[in-house]
């Protein structure tokens, strides 16, 4: 969005946030649903439904217009993306990390 000068652009951006957000939800459905015990996994999606759909909207409108009061509406895109690739990266490292520790446990 940091590059969109065109205002038809927004839209089909935003289709794509769209199916972001839905994979996400669903992908973290099921991901509780397969590693919390049987007795908690109600408890587990409904925490799930907290953050993801509650505290976390609430939060990033309130520091997302506070922001943008500050550095622009432009910007605030900006480093959304930067610290977006950052945790991207992050998990990257991870999820490598983990995958050696299991390959090497496993022989």
């Excluded at 953050?51 to 500050?70: M, P, Q």
């Amino acid at each position: 969005m940091f590059y969109v000068h065109n205002p038809y652009m927004v839209l089909p951006i935003q289709m794509l946030h769209g199916v972001i957000v839905i994979v996400l939800l669903v992908t973290m459905a099921i991901f509780i649903n397969e590693e919390v015990p049987n007795e908690l996994k109600a408890s587990g999606q409904t925490f799930n439904g907290l953050i993801s759909l509650g505290v976390a909207r609430i939060l990033g409108s309130i520091l997302g217009g506070v922001f943008s009061e500050y550095v622009g509406m432009r910007d605030v895109f900006l480093y959304n993306a930067i610290i977006a690739f950052i945790t991207f990266l992050v998990f990257m490292l991870v999820f490598k990390r983990e995958s050696k520790v299991l390959q090497t446990a496993s022989i």
